[in-house]
């Protein structure tokens, strides 16, 4: 290594390129090496949001240019009773599936959490329907709670109780979407779960079981603050995942019968793509983001009084 | 140095997407490819059939190139929507006759005014269901569908009641069907009922029977909804008594619990004796084995409530005039006897050019003529797909028993006003 001093290491710094200039090549590599991600960050993310910011302020028909309105379609959307009904729909929708899904998973992660033979195909057997398209599950579906062949009327049958239009009846349809969805989507949650229990010492049970807690005393005191870090992670997911619920509507129900399981995202939807609206459609993406952003953003406050990370 | 190369990258790239968007012109050749879309399920023998008669038009049109742009109904007119806010539309498409006025009102179609007065009008059923209120058409007829009555004349005979005659009324439909809903299991639950009143597809349901009792959807160049009146009611009453206290029709719950387009299968299975359904609907029966029927609609207080859709092809706006021109041949040469008399054989549309219809339906089937004959439109306009479900909704609300007809009658002309409303208040008279 050669150290420049004096006079010569002077003119040697004197005629050195400046840092900026020096390192102007290296960044050109640098973004030319990023460049594939931030391509796909501007077309595929920035681009599409600012866009749907543009035409939520905009009345936009896909056919003519869209025309500014500034923030008509959102005034429009607080007076649109159809609006606020599937919000009422999603709400309900997300109450019944989130924390039914959440308490399921982690009931069937104990359960399966177990070095028994044939475990792994239990668990195989729950996540299943994770991976089967909603069309396959809307067939299953049928099958259960069709009113006239459902296995769920010839349980009640059984039991000398009257048979119920489980989809058609507007006062159950939500509730039999929000079983249907946690049968779909319990697996995957459970997965997590298994890995957060795996993750728990096996000496803090060993500890607890020595000084005498109880089976209750260890899950409430071990295991549920080893796996509140996955219970939190799952939270959000299942809250994220719900209020932007549109393909198993779609597919089950359309929105019936008459509107009682038409969700936000399928209101948006029609909207957009089936009534020319695209500015109107846009407004309501934007304030159902503003929503998700809200609840996720309470339940990262809301996480510090209640999360263990050990 | 890189200055220059960005502004050659930049170059080719806008010759590529330039080329990209000429692509389909006339070249200097005069040849001009044309893009023509169409609905029909992979494999289902209208493709077949179709992609024949391309072959035909191309074989006799050397100068036009057809590309077929082909998606099951549903996604066709998903893709078609976002095609056109892109501005790559097909040239030419097949549209579902009561989404012509909704494409158009918003400038996307090609007036054809002009080309339909080379046509002799008198050789074509349809074309006046798709003149609009100003007197303009921007869709020519492809194929038409006009809802009848079907019904089952082994059931009938079993029964022994006598089939149905031109001269029916709502009230004799009404003790025949009575006469026909037979319990054989004892189960206290009908296994055949006589009619089927309600279905989730209204033109087969509830629109034409609101009409025949005197009521009417739309009005006034279809921009006033007018469906809250007693009329209405009577008619609705009629349906819900049908289903409930009469007990020959399934009710709405049996009905929307067979899942979309099973509903159509209902007659086709011999669970009813008899129902409405539009030409499409005699493949299902006819497929079955179904020994039936066609009679016309029976008669309400006010006729009988004919209506169709004409579904109907469609020009681009955007399509180069040398397209546009490619574009009307093919329509024309679609709407000639060889085509028609092609596609007739495929049995799911009452042929548009008037001799060939009248020589593929046979005498027994001339019912579809003579309802096509005296039908109006569906209410179509610019926003025939929203309004329609807002109203869709509320008589669901009113068959299913949810919300009293009155209330239902009420609330869905609101709803369905302020919709049509929303759209015209912005537009030009």
Same mark, same amino acid.
């Given at each position: 290594?050669?150290?420049l001093?004096?006079?010569?290491?002077?003119?040697?710094?004197?005629?050195?390129?400046?840092?900026?200039?020096?390192?102007?090549?290296?960044?050109?590599?640098?973004?030319?090496?990023?460049?594939?991600?931030?391509?796909?960050?501007?077309?595929?993310?920035?681009?599409?949001?600012?866009?749907?910011?543009?035409?939520?302020?905009?009345?936009?028909?896909?056919?003519?240019?869209?025309?500014?309105?500034?923030?008509?379609?959102?005034a429009?959307?607080?007076?649109?009773?159809?609006?606020?009904?599937?919000?009422?729909?999603?709400?309900?929708?997300?109450?019944?599936?989130?924390?039914?899904?959440?308490?399921?998973?982690?009931?069937?992660?104990?359960?399966?959490?177990q070095?028994?033979?044939?475990?792994a195909?239990?668990?195989?057997?729950?996540?299943?329907?994770?991976?089967?398209?909603?069309?396959?599950?809307?067939?299953?579906a049928?099958?259960?709670?069709?009113?006239?062949?459902g296995?769920?009327?010839?349980?009640?049958?059984?039991?000398?109780?009257?048979?119920?239009?489980?989809?058609?009846?507007?006062?159950?349809?939500?509730?039999?979407?929000?079983?249907?969805?946690?049968?779909?989507?319990?697996?995957?949650?459970?997965?997590?779960?298994?890995?957060?229990? #795996?993750?728990?010492?096996?000496?803090?049970?060993?500890?607890?079981?020595i000084?005498g807690?109880?089976?209750?005393?260890?899950?409430?005191?071990?295991?549920?603050?080893?796996?509140?870090?996955?219970?939190?992670?799952?939270?959000?997911l299942?809250s994220?995942?719900?209020? #932007?619920?549109?393909?198993?509507?779609f597919?089950?129900?359309?929105?019936?019968?008459?509107?009682?399981?038409?969700?936000?995202?399928?209101?948006?939807?029609r909207?957009?793509?089936?009534?020319?609206?695209?500015g109107?459609?846009?407004?309501?993406a934007?304030?159902?983001?503003?929503?998700?952003?809200?609840?996720?953003?309470?339940?990262?406050?809301? #996480?510090?009084?209640?999360?263990?990370?050990? | 140095?890189?200055?220059?190369?960005?502004?050659?990258?930049?170059v080719?790239?806008?010759?590529? $997407?330039?080329? $990209?968007?000429?692509?389909?012109?006339a070249?200097?050749?005069?040849?001009?490819?044309?893009?023509?879309?169409?609905?029909?399920?992979?494999?289902?023998?209208?493709?077949?059939?179709?992609?024949?008669?391309?072959k035909?038009?191309?074989?006799?049109?050397?100068?036009?190139?057809?590309?077929?742009?082909?998606?099951?109904?549903?996604?066709?007119?998903?893709k078609?929507?976002?095609?056109?806010?892109?501005?790559?539309?097909?040239?030419?498409?097949?549209?579902?006759?009561?989404?012509?006025?909704?494409?158009?009102?918003?400038?996307?179609?090609?007036?054809?005014?002009?080309?339909?007065?080379?046509?002799?009008? $008198?050789d074509?059923?349809?074309?006046?269901?798709?003149?609009?209120?100003?007197?303009?058409?921007?869709?020519?007829?492809?194929?038409?569908?006009?809802?009848?009555?079907?019904?089952? +004349?082994?059931?009938?005979?079993?029964?022994?009641?006598?089939?149905?005659?031109?001269?029916?009324?709502?009230?004799?439909?009404?003790?025949?069907?009575?006469?026909?809903?037979?319990d054989?299991?004892?189960?206290?639950?009908? %296994?055949t009922?006589?009619?089927?009143?309600?279905?989730?597809?209204?033109?087969?349901?509830?629109?034409?029977?609101?009409?025949?009792?005197?009521?009417?959807?739309?009005?006034?160049?279809?921009?006033?909804?007018v469906?809250?009146?007693?009329?209405?009611k009577?008619?609705?009453?009629?349906?819900?008594?049908?289903?409930?206290?009469?007990?020959?029709?399934?009710?709405?719950?049996?009905?929307?619990?067979?899942?979309?387009?099973?509903?159509h299968?209902?007659?086709?299975?011999?669970?009813?004796?008899?129902?409405?359904?539009?030409?499409?609907?005699?493949?299902?029966?006819?497929?079955?084995?179904?020994?039936?029927?066609?009679?016309?609609?029976? +008669?309400?207080?006010?006729?009988r409530?004919?209506?169709?859709?004409?579904?109907?092809?469609?020009?681009?706006?955007?399509?180069?005039?040398?397209?546009?021109?490619?574009a009307?041949?093919?329509?024309?040469?679609f709407?000639?006897?060889?085509?028609?008399?092609?596609?007739?054989?495929?049995?799911?549309?009452?042929?548009?050019?008037k +001799?060939?219809?009248?020589?593929?339906?046979? $005498?027994?089937?001339?019912?579809?003529?003579d309802?096509?004959?005296?039908?109006?439109?569906?209410?179509?306009?610019?926003?025939?797909?929203?309004?329609?479900?807002?109203?869709?909704?509320?008589?669901?609300?009113?068959?299913?028993?949810?919300?009293?007809? %009155?209330t239902?009658?009420?609330?869905?002309? +609101?709803?369905?006003?302020?919709v049509?409303?929303?759209?015209?208040?912005?537009?030009p008279?």
């Open positions: 290594m050669t150290v001093t004096g006079r010569a290491g002077k003119v040697a710094a004197e005629r050195r390129p400046p840092a900026r200039k020096r390192h102007a090549g290296e960044r050109v590599w640098a973004v030319a090496f990023a460049s594939p991600y931030l391509l796909h960050l501007v077309a595929l993310a920035a681009w599409p949001l600012l866009a749907s910011l543009f035409f939520s302020m905009t009345d936009y028909d896909l056919v003519s240019s869209p025309k500014f309105v500034g923030f008509d379609n959102f429009r959307m607080f007076n649109d009773g159809l609006f606020w009904r599937t919000l009422g729909n999603t709400a309900y929708f997300a109450v019944l599936f989130v924390p039914t899904q959440t308490v399921l998973a982690l009931a069937l992660a104990i359960a399966l959490n070095r028994l033979r044939g475990m195909l239990f668990r195989a057997a729950y996540f299943v329907p994770v991976v089967s398209s909603w069309v396959v599950v809307a067939y299953v049928d099958a259960v709670f069709n009113p006239q062949t296995i769920a009327n010839q349980v009640l049958d059984f039991f000398g109780l009257p048979a119920e239009n489980w989809l058609q009846d507007p006062a159950l349809v939500i509730p039999t979407l929000a079983a249907v969805a946690v049968w779909k989507g319990v697996g995957y949650m459970m997965v997590l779960f298994l890995a957060g229990l #795996q993750a728990i010492p096996e000496e803090r049970y060993e500890a607890a079981k000084d807690a109880s089976a209750w005393n260890r899950f409430r005191y071990i295991t549920l603050p080893g796996v509140s870090g996955t219970t939190f992670l799952v939270l959000v299942t994220i995942e719900t209020l #932007q619920s549109f393909e198993q509507v597919v089950m129900t359309d929105g019936g019968p008459h509107g009682a399981s038409e969700l936000t995202v399928l209101h948006l939807y909207q957009g793509f089936q009534f020319f609206q695209m109107y459609a846009s407004a309501i934007w304030v159902l983001f503003v929503l998700v952003l809200a609840l996720t953003m309470v339940q990262f406050r809301l #996480q510090r009084r209640w999360v263990h990370y050990a | 140095m890189r200055v220059r190369m960005l502004a050659a990258a930049a080719a790239v806008l010759t590529v $997407a330039g080329t $990209a968007a000429c692509g389909g012109s070249d200097d050749s005069g040849a001009v490819t044309l893009r023509l879309g169409f609905y029909a399920a992979a494999g289902d023998p209208a493709d077949t059939t179709m992609r024949e008669l391309v035909e038009f191309t074989a006799a049109n050397p100068s036009i190139k057809v590309q077929l742009e082909v998606a099951p109904y549903v996604k066709f007119f998903e078609l929507r976002t095609q056109i806010a892109g501005g790559q539309a097909p040239q030419v498409w097949l549209s579902d006759g009561v989404l012509v006025q909704e494409f158009a009102a918003r400038g996307a179609l090609a007036d054809l005014s002009d080309r339909v007065k080379t046509v002799n009008a $008198a074509y059923s349809g074309i006046e269901l798709n003149r609009d209120a100003k007197g303009r058409v921007y869709g020519f007829p492809q194929g038409a569908q006009t809802p009848v009555l079907f019904y089952n +004349k082994k059931l009938f005979a079993d029964a022994k009641v006598a089939e149905p005659t031109a001269d029916w009324t709502y009230d004799d439909l009404a003790a025949a069907a009575k006469k026909l809903t037979t054989t299991n004892g189960d206290g639950k009908p %296994d009922y006589g009619f089927r009143a309600y279905s989730p597809g209204f033109t087969e349901s509830w629109w034409p029977i609101i009409k025949a009792f005197g009521g009417d959807i739309v009005t006034d160049d279809n921009r006033k909804v469906v809250d009146s007693s009329q209405s009577a008619a609705l009453d009629w349906m819900l008594g049908a289903m409930g206290k009469d007990g020959f029709a399934p009710d709405y719950a049996f009905t929307e619990g067979l899942g979309k387009g099973v509903v299968t209902l007659f086709a299975t011999g669970r009813v004796a008899m129902s409405y359904g539009i030409y499409a609907r005699t493949l299902p029966a006819t497929s079955a084995g179904v020994d039936f029927g066609v009679a016309p609609l029976p +008669k309400g207080p006010a006729g409530g004919n209506v169709a859709i004409v579904n109907s092809w469609v020009v681009n706006k955007s399509a180069s005039a040398a397209q546009a021109d490619a009307w041949k093919w329509i024309t040469f709407s000639g006897e060889g085509p028609q008399r092609k596609w007739a054989e495929l049995g799911e549309a009452i042929p548009i050019n +001799k060939v219809a009248a020589a593929a339906l046979s $005498a027994d089937r001339h019912a579809f003529l309802s096509l004959d005296a039908a109006t439109d569906l209410g179509v306009n610019a926003v025939w797909s929203e309004y329609t479900e807002a109203l869709a909704k509320r008589m669901g609300e009113a068959l299913s028993g949810a919300s009293p007809v %009155d239902a009658l009420a609330t869905g002309q +609101k709803e369905a006003q302020e049509i409303d929303r759209f015209y208040a912005g537009q008279q």
